[in-house]
Structures are given as structure tokens and as C-alpha cells.
């Protein structure tokens, strides 16, 4: 079965700061992962994914992620958070194959707050 | 992308009643989900909701306890049946184009039950 842990529950930082989330999971085969956003009062939104290729992955508003395969990691980065980065973080994975590709497994989530 | 709206948005209801929420998709789409997250918790997968079949449960969900239907490529509903406190959460639909990829998120539907 996957899992995924994030380590860190909460992070407080100011504007301008850079920003890292880490994200491991585990699972035998290959994976596809995810980053979801979900900022104050809205839904949950896709910020990055990755499938193949290219591990460095870049996403929307200035996020990437880079994917360790033998680190089984994908971490979130920014180099400059902003206020309007306030928001909760949650990293996703989901098989490549089989029935259990249908599944999406979720991180613990990680609150960001960004002070101004 | 996708545009998924959920009805109700929020609800408060008594114990020992059914709720049922519907997710209406802009779309046709292949796969649909229904998640749920406890109050300060993350999601958790409770079905997949296949059409013309009975829905793919998760581990510690049952479909008395949990209904779904699926009559169409762009709807679904999901009823908690004989609600308890413990039932109170956030129960977010999903969509996806396709297996194994990227999926996307209604806007929740917040239950308290009392």
C-alpha cells in the first residue's frame, strides 16, 4: 500500500523567505506525485505534478519540486514566499499501474503561514 | 481542468439522518471520487464512483454506511447514511480525465452533525 509522510505540520515564515516542504512516500513501483494547494475559504487546487522525465518540475506561481527517486522525495520549493502563499500544502501520490493507480494518497498536509 | 460544483455546501443535520450531496461536473470524465477530511486531518479516499456499477470502497468504508451513485459521466451523488458526530467533516468530490491522472477538486461540502 502507499503512504506519505510530510514532515513538517507547520512552518511560519516571513515574505521574501524561501520555502521547502518536504514530501516522502512509499511504494514499491513507480508513482506519479503531486502537489495540492488549498488556500484560505477555497478548494483544493492542483499546484504541480509529476509523471516523467524531467525530475525538477515546475509549477504555478513560482512553485517547482524536485523528484528523488532513490530519496523516494518530492520536495516543494519557493524561493520567495509571498503573504498570498498563506495557504495548507498537501503532496499526493498515486500508482503508475494497476487498480491501486485509481488511488490518490495524501500527505498529512503542511499549514504554511506567511507573515508580511 | 475541470469545473466541479457540490451541493449542498455546508449542512447541519441531526443524528440518526441521511444527507445526501450531489457533484455536478462541467464535463464528461472518466473516473469520479468521494473523499472525506476530518476537521483538521487530511483526505482520505472513501469510493471510487463507477458508472453503471456499484462504487470501489475503500478499507473501513461500507456502502450501507455510504451510497453512491453514478448514472452518468458528469454526476454522482454520495449519501452518509445514519449520521453520528463522528461523521461530521468536509466530503470533497474528484474527477479525473483518465487513470492515473492528475485529479481535481469540488468545493466541499462542510457537515456538522449535532
Known amino acids: 500500500a502507499q503512504s506519505v509522510s510530510q514532515h513538517n505540520h507547520h512552518v511560519i515564515l516571513s515574505e521574501a523567505a524561501s520555502l521547502e516542504l518536504g514530501c516522502n512516500y512509499s511504494?514499491?513501483?513507480?508513482?506519479?506525485l503531486f502537489w495540492y494547494v488549498q488556500y484560505p475559504g477555497q478548494h483544493l487546487q492542483l499546484l504541480l505534478k509529476?509523471?516523467?522525465?524531467?525530475?525538477l518540475v515546475k509549477g504555478i506561481k513560482g512553485f517547482e519540486a524536485e523528484f528523488i527517486k532513490s530519496k523516494f522525495s518530492f520536495n516543494l520549493r519557493k524561493p520567495s514566499v509571498q503573504w498570498s502563499d498563506t495557504a495548507e500544502y498537501f503532496c499526493?501520490?498515486?500508482?503508475?499501474?494497476?487498480?491501486?493507480?485509481?488511488?490518490?494518497?495524501f500527505g498529512g498536509g503542511t499549514r504554511v503561514l506567511v507573515k508580511p | 481542468s475541470a469545473v466541479i460544483s457540490q451541493k449542498p455546501s455546508r449542512d447541519i443535520c441531526q443524528r440518526g439522518t441521511s444527507l445526501t450531496i450531489q457533484c455536478q461536473v462541467d464535463?464528461?470524465?472518466?473516473?469520479m471520487f468521494w473523499y472525506r477530511q476530518q476537521p483538521g486531518q487530511s483526505l482520505t479516499l472513501i469510493a471510487t464512483a463507477n458508472q453503471g456499477s456499484e462504487a470501489t470502497y475503500e478499507s473501513g468504508f461500507v456502502i450501507d454506511k455510504f451510497p453512491i451513485s453514478r448514472p452518468n459521466l458528469t454526476f454522482s451523488t454520495l449519501t452518509v447514511s445514519n449520521m453520528s458526530p463522528e461523521d461530521s467533516s468536509i466530503y470533497l468530490c474528484?474527477?479525473?480525465?483518465?487513470?492515473?491522472?492528475?485529479?481535481?477538486f469540488g468545493p466541499g461540502t462542510r457537515l456538522t452533525v449535532l
Open positions: 474528484s474527477v479525473a480525465r483518465s487513470s492515473y491522472n492528475e485529479q481535481f
Open positions: 499526493a501520490v498515486n500508482a503508475r499501474e494497476g487498480a491501486a493507480g485509481n488511488k490518490l494518497t
Open positions: 464535463s464528461q470524465v472518466t473516473m
Open positions: 509529476y509523471f516523467s522525465g524531467d525530475p
Open positions: 511504494y514499491g513501483g513507480t508513482v506519479n
